[in-house]
């Protein structure tokens, strides 16, 4: 019986300073109805969808910037979307900013199973950008002003009828994201992303550039760990600053098996066969055959080991 997951990746279009949470909120629950039409079982949504990418503003005082966390999840404004998945056995991913009841700050995301059940939380571990307002660049980028470092590590959960896991956006450019995961077996890694389209620090560094690394970071992942890839977009142009599209799927061959166009709400449905994932995980990326740690010498986590000539 071939283990399918007809996921849906629900890309959402720009969402304003001054919109509120039930407007993204109903934005949601359509996007859900749209993936359910076409039989989806599961849908992803992006980095911080309930939200406008804030991290691009500076507040002086960070405490001003907890009117756009989560202190619960569900909370009211999401209870409805998270009943509504529940009544059509659909799963879900959501992304968000988390405030923890002793204080603490993580852009997170929550995985939930089709009768409703929390399966996991992750809290994104690669934050890019910097902490204080720098002046040099063309606009900010402040999650590590705002965010703490994930202390979860990589989870993997078995639901769905699979191996599931989660990281967000920065995330999926680092191999390690994927190779944590893929050691644990890891079938399908779904995630969500607000990118910039441009460089804040290379002007030159234009659209397709930004596209061309987003698919090599989630193709090679894919690939090198034998896994279903589902990466969702928050896009579009939010307050004058542009996010790009790219929402896509990306099968564990490393093929991108669909990619939806243009950066408005709209959803990308693939039917995911997560046996497609045993060729990889038996024959090249049998883990336990062909990688040798033991002969890697010595294999260090200190940044810039080899001083550049
Ligand atoms: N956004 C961007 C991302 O990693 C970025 C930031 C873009 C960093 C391009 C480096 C290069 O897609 C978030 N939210 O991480």
């Known amino acids: 019986m071939p283990r399918i ?7 959402m279009g720009p969402i304003q300073k001054a919109d509120d949470r039930a407007s993204v909120v109903s934005r949601m629950l359509a996007l859900m109805e749209m993936a359910h039409a076409r039989g989806a079982d599961f849908i992803v ?15 002086e005082d960070r405490a001003e910037a907890d009117i756009w966390f989560e ?3 569900p909370n009211a404004a999401t209870k409805p979307l998270f009943d509504r998945a529940r009544a059509l056995g659909m799963g879900l ?38 902490v204080e307002f720098d002046p040099e660049r063309t606009h900010q980028h402040l999650e590590k002003r705002y965010f703490e470092p994930g202390d979860l590590g990589f989870p993997v959960w078995r639901t769905m009828g699979g ?11 680092w191999p390690e994201t994927y190779r944590e995961m893929g050691l644990q077996g890891v079938e399908m890694i779904v995630l969500g992303f607000n990118t910039p389209s441009v460089n804040s620090q290379r002007a030159a560094e234009g659209l397709e550039e930004r596209l061309f690394h987003h698919r090599l970071s989630l193709q090679a992942g894919a690939y090198q760990n034998a896994t279903w890839v589902v990466a969702v977009a928050k896009a579009g142009v939010e307050d ?11 099968d564990p061959d490393g093929h991108i098996v669909a990619e939806l166009p243009g950066e408005d709400d709209g959803v990308l449905v693939h039917a995911c066969d997560l046996d497609a994932t045993r060729f990889g995980k038996e024959t090249i990326f049998d883990f336990k055959r062909h990688r040798r740690i033991e ?6 986590s200190q940044v810039g080991v080899i001083e550049p000539a």
């Open 93 to 130: 991913s959501l992304g968000y900013a988390e405030l923890t009841p002793d204080g603490h700050h993580f852009n997170s995301s929550v995985l939930v199973d089709r009768e409703g059940k929390l399966v996991g939380l992750y809290r994104k571990i690669h934050l890019p950008g910097h």
């Open 71 to 73: 202190r619960d999840m």
């Open 45 to 59: 949504y992006p980095e911080l969808a309930l939200t406008t990418f804030f991290p691009r503003w500076h507040y």
């Open 163 to 173: 191996l599931f896991g989660m990281c967000i956006c920065n995330d999926r450019r």
């Open 295 to 300: 002969h890697y010498g010595r294999i260090t």
């Open 5 to 11: 997951v007809t996921v849906a990746a629900a890309q």
């Open 240 to 250: 004058g600053h542009h996010l790009m599209g790219g929402t896509l799927i990306v």
